[in-house]
């Protein structure tokens, strides 16, 4: 497979996972605008913008580890982290919206959240500029981490 297509589908892996997640937020703003949230929540039109952003730079990090290719351990478990954190990516909206659950979403984004770190350490070991790349979406899960639990807080 010719790397232009690796970078290609590494990109659209992680936009499928936005855009699986984005069909429950979609259907629950109304739920969500009921809600109880702290003062430091950013404006909504933020969140659109962001997440493109962090999701394309997760698909650039992931193309540097597919194109060094997954033939050895590290490889392979670096592959196998970062499709179960993308996974759990998606699953938090589809938890926290669509299951209108702000604990099952704060149990979930934890997890994300320590997925993240070892897909950090894990792609480090490979490429430490992938690593590097996910250094904001690691930032913005912790933002997201302490806005859901202070959500939960308030309601």
Same mark, same amino acid.
């Given at each position: 497979?010719?790397?232009?297509?690796?970078?290609?589908?590494?990109?659209?892996?992680?936009?499928?996972?936005?855009?699986?997640?984005?069909?429950?937020?979609?259907?629950?703003?109304?739920?969500?605008?009921?809600?109880?949230?702290?003062?430091?929540?950013?404006?909504?039109?933020?969140?659109?913008?962001?997440?493109?952003?962090?999701?394309? #730079?997760?698909?650039?990090? =992931?193309?540097? $580890?597919?194109?060094?290719?997954?033939?050895?351990?590290? /490889?392979? +478990?670096?592959? &196998?982290?970062?499709?179960?954190?993308?996974?759990?990516?998606?699953?938090?909206?589809?938890?926290?919206?669509?299951?209108?659950?702000?604990?099952?979403?704060?149990?979930?984004?934890?997890? #994300?959240?320590?997925?993240? =770190?070892?897909? $950090?350490?894990?792609?480090?070991?490979?490429?430490?500029? /992938?690593? +590097?790349?996910? &250094?904001?979406?690691?930032?913005?899960?912790?933002?997201?981490?302490?806005?859901?639990?202070?959500?939960?807080?308030?309601?």
């Amino acid at each position: 497979m010719s790397n232009y297509l690796k970078f290609a589908l590494s990109i659209v892996i992680c936009l499928l996972a936005g855009i699986g997640g984005a069909v429950f937020t979609q259907d629950s703003l109304g739920w969500y605008f009921t809600l109880h949230k702290p003062l430091f929540r950013p404006p909504n039109w933020l969140f659109s913008p962001v997440w493109l952003l962090l999701y394309i #730079l997760m698909g650039i990090s =992931f193309y540097l $580890i597919w194109k060094k290719g997954f033939y050895d351990k590290d /490889a392979k +478990y670096a592959f &196998i982290i970062f499709i179960v954190q993308l996974t759990f990516n998606a699953l938090w909206s589809v938890i926290f919206f669509g299951g209108r659950s702000i604990v099952g979403g704060l149990i979930v984004i934890f997890v #994300l959240w320590l997925l993240i =770190f070892l897909t $950090i350490f894990a792609f480090y070991r490979i490429n430490s500029t /992938a690593a +590097y790349i996910l &250094i904001p979406y690691f930032i913005w899960v912790s933002y997201a981490s302490i806005l859901n639990f202070s959500i939960w807080r308030l309601n």
